[in-house]
């Protein structure tokens, strides 16, 4: 009975130290504001390894915000893309999110939303931001009319293409669907795999899929269909995702496509093995200023916009969207030097991203005050005159719909689902929202 | 003389040990207070780390729930859904063929090591080169496998495609052999491990049965299939309930090779959990998946417990 009992008193001991010692690590973390000190602690996402240029402008902008602004120091956290989405999940559960820290668009941001974890910053932007983000940008991070994040990057999707190559075998860049149908079958007679796509990740066939259904059936079908004013059945729709199959068909992607991860097929045309790739700004550095590619690869590198299909579509309509933006955590107790630092970073980075780190930020930009290479100037100007960016379908949809999207491209692609069934597979999963 | 001055401090600290250490261990082992004391560290660690979350999964399982925002409590109805959900039966019948292909290879496994332990010419250098794939991380080994199925540019479909395979398959992204492309690493990745077990085993039976099997006019491969074979018998029930709980919970090479992929078809039940929570935050519903998925697990291993069971107890 006795010994019972000390295992009893003994086990809860035991389990009351390891409370203690795991409760003290945050106890003493916000005893700095005592001090007359406001620390505003600041999350991002590219460490000093894989994105330097990157990770050393974050690092100025908070050195000169610190400088302006006595008494408040950031204090960074830097994680890799994949373990920040872990750890942001993990901390807001337990509800001691950062206060700045980086968030995606749309889909990604409903949960946090729902759980009424970010702030809105609807004033920030009106006070401080106003008219300088690139329409539609900003509104990608919002919820029913309330904004909770400020954009920081823009990218838009270009078909990029190997002059060198093209060249070689006699061969013009294809403006219409037409001519890249006789671009994919000169080149496969010449024995070269004519597009890199890296379908394990299924994004990247999605943007095939959502071009040609922005060529086919104009801007808002697409965007139509995901927020149920428009049905995937619609016939420019289904149309679209039969021009994928004959592309399928053609032989136009390279081999073994679908167990491809996009970094493969970024290699197979950065090595010359495929003329061409679809595939977002974000890419641009690897076509103009890292110094790790060859000078003569970079130099053979052009773009064109999206072909349009059967004489349709406007070539000036684009898909992209923002990347990252910022947050602001609604729990935060620093919350007003939090939305100083987030604005405050978003101007700076507007004004430095560019040029020194390759990045095309949401806010707008003056291309010719700055000093860039010829195809970052062209790509501002497509942007300055674009009609319409839709936003990535996989970003828009909500994570649940997204994942039978970005399945049922693969289905499509590997030519195990109809156009008809790829349609109605979307149906049946935007119809149990 | 270095020999006999060891077995003396061994015989010394020997009969200290009978002397005072047996009585103190006694008298240690007789007090409640002092066994628990010993055995709180561990079975506090195994509770916080497996047994609250194995309930915890469970009970969350219970919940519809993002991960992130407020729970609803919906009783059942994530695990029917997960009972009628074709796409986890058919991720469950991968992890299913994967533990057949896993318990077939044992076999190919146990003739290595009995080639292994018969003192053949450079059996230690073999047995070390069998090991290597364990000491690579899985990560590693996808990556390494990545390049080898590469259906341009990788190893094997070079050597097809220069002894004539004008088409030779795209292993990752065809649909029909996508999943037998990735048993060939991970059963390739565990070859070492179970060839050092059997190898331990093997070595560990008296050499004077097998000497006199020989003098009794044994071939070698009645001496393995009758004499070895027999004797090793619990360690190789061991080694199939090891291999077929190892498949059925198996993830990292499928994850990172194709993510379960073309749409699915080289899903299993590990990587369709993980999918449901942290790709659709539908982190109920994954709860729900991996309570079923343990409970699956609990009765495999249990009718493979009862099935290998050996009554007669092996004495040398």
Same mark, same amino acid.
């Given at each position: 009975m006795g010994g019972k009992k000390t295992l009893t008193v003994l086990s809860s001991a035991l389990a009351a130290s390891l409370l203690l010692t795991a409760c003290s690590g945050s106890g003493?973390?916000?005893? &700095? %504001?005592?001090?007359g000190e406001t620390e505003v602690k600041f999350m991002h996402l590219w460490p000093e390894g894989s994105s330097k240029k990157h990770y050393d402008v974050v690092n100025e902008i908070i050195a000169d915000f610190e400088a302006e602004n006595e008494g408040v120091t950031i204090d960074l956290e830097v994680l890799s893309n994949e373990q920040y989405k872990d750890k942001l999940r993990v901390l807001s559960t337990s509800g001691d999110l950062p206060d700045v820290g980086m968030t995606w668009a749309a889909g990604f941001l409903e949960p946090y939303v729902g759980g009424n974890m970010f702030a809105p910053l609807d004033d920030v932007i009106e006070e401080?931001? %106003?008219?300088?983000? *690139?329409?539609g940008t900003a509104e990608a991070y919002a919820l029913d009319g309330t904004t909770y994040g400020l954009p920081l990057e823009l990218n838009i999707v270009s078909l990029y293409y190997n002059n060198a190559m093209f060249e070689e075998y006699g061969l013009e860049a294809p403006e219409t669907y037409e001519e890249l149908l006789e671009v994919v079958d000169a080149f496969n007679e010449e024995g070269v795999q004519p597009i890199a796509l890296g379908?394990?990740?299924?994004w990247t066939g999605s943007l095939w899929y959502m071009y040609l259904a922005d060529r086919l059936g104009g801007a808002d079908t697409l965007n139509k269909a995901i927020d149920r004013? =428009? %049905? $995937?059945?619609?016939p420019a729709l289904v149309e679209a995702a039969a021009k994928v199959q004959e592309l399928v068909d053609r032989d136009? $992607? *390279?081999? =073994?496509f679908n167990g491809l991860a996009d970094e493969e097929a970024k290699s197979m045309f950065m090595s010359e093995q495929a003329p061409m790739y679809l595939i977002a700004t974000w890419d641009l550095p690897n076509y103009t200023? !890292?110094?790790? *590619?060859p000078q003569e690869f970079r130099d053979s590198v052009d773009y064109m916009n999206f072909p349009t299909v059967d004489g349709e579509g406007d070539t000036q309509s684009f898909v992209g969207g923002p990347g990252v933006g910022l947050f602001v955590a609604e729990?935060?107790? *620093?919350k007003e030097e939090a939305k100083d630092f987030a604005a405050y970073f978003v101007k700076a980075w507007g004004e430095q991203a560019v040029e020194k780190a390759g990045v095309i930020p949401a806010t707008k930009v003056d291309a010719a005050s700055l000093d860039l290479p010829q195809m970052y100037i062209d790509i501002l100007d497509e942007l300055n005159n674009a009609s319409n960016i839709t936003l990535f379908a996989d970003v828009q949809m909500s994570p649940d719909t997204a994942q039978v999207h970005l399945d049922s491209i693969q289905a499509l692609f590997g030519n195990e689902m109809t156009p008809e069934e790829f349609a109605k597979a979307h149906e049946d999963a935007l119809s149990k929202e | 003389m270095k020999r006999k001055g060891h077995i003396l401090i061994g015989g010394l600290s020997l009969s200290i040990f009978q002397n005072m250490g047996l009585n103190a261990m006694n008298k240690v082992m007789s007090n409640k207070l002092h066994i628990a004391l010993y055995i709180a560290p561990a079975l506090l660690l195994v509770s916080v780390l497996v047994f609250i979350p194995l309930i915890l999964s469970g009970y969350y399982g219970l919940m519809d729930w993002d991960g992130i925002g407020a729970k609803t409590f919906i009783g059942l109805e994530n695990y029917i859904n997960g009972i009628q959900d074709s796409k986890f039966w058919d991720s469950a019948l991968h992890s299913f063929l994967l533990a057949v292909f896993s318990t077939l290879s044992l076999a190919i496994y146990l003739a290595v090591s009995i080639i292994l332990a &018969? +003192?053949? +010419?450079?059996a230690d250098l073999l047995r070390k080169i069998y090991l290597i794939p364990m000491l690579l991380s899985s990560v590693a080994i996808a990556q390494l496998w990545i390049k080898v199925y590469n259906?341009? &540019?990788g190893i094997l479909n070079t050597f097809l495609r220069s002894i004539g395979i004008e088409n030779p398959p795209n292993w990752l992204a065809d649909p029909a052999i996508v999943l037998f492309a990735i048993f060939i690493p991970i059963l390739w990745q565990y070859a070492g491990f179970y060839i050092l077990i059997y190898y331990a085993a093997l070595k560990n039976i008296p050499e004077s049965l097998i000497e006199a099997a020989r003098i009794d006019g044994a071939t070698p491969f009645q001496i393995a299939t009758r004499i070895k074979l027999p004797l090793i018998k619990e360690v190789v029930s061991v080694t199939i309930v090891l291999a077929i709980v190892g498949s059925l919970k198996y993830f990292d090479l499928i994850y990172v090779m194709t993510a379960g992929g073309p749409n699915g078809a080289s899903e299993v039940m590990a990587s369709y959990m993980y999918k449901l929570a942290? !790709?659709?935050?539908n982190f109920g519903y994954g709860s729900a998946i991996g309570f079923l998925l343990l409970i699956i697990t609990m009765i495999v291993t249990a009718i493979v417990r009862k099935v290998t069971a050996t009554k007669e107890r092996i004495e040398y």
């Open positions: 003493s973390e916000d005893a &700095s %504001s005592a001090s401080e931001l %106003s008219d300088a983000f *690139v329409p379908n394990r990740d299924a004013s =428009g %049905s $995937f059945e619609d136009a $992607f *390279v081999n =073994g200023t !890292n110094e790790s *590619v729990e935060s107790e *620093v | &018969s +003192k053949i +010419k450079g259906p341009s &540019s942290f !790709n659709s935050y």
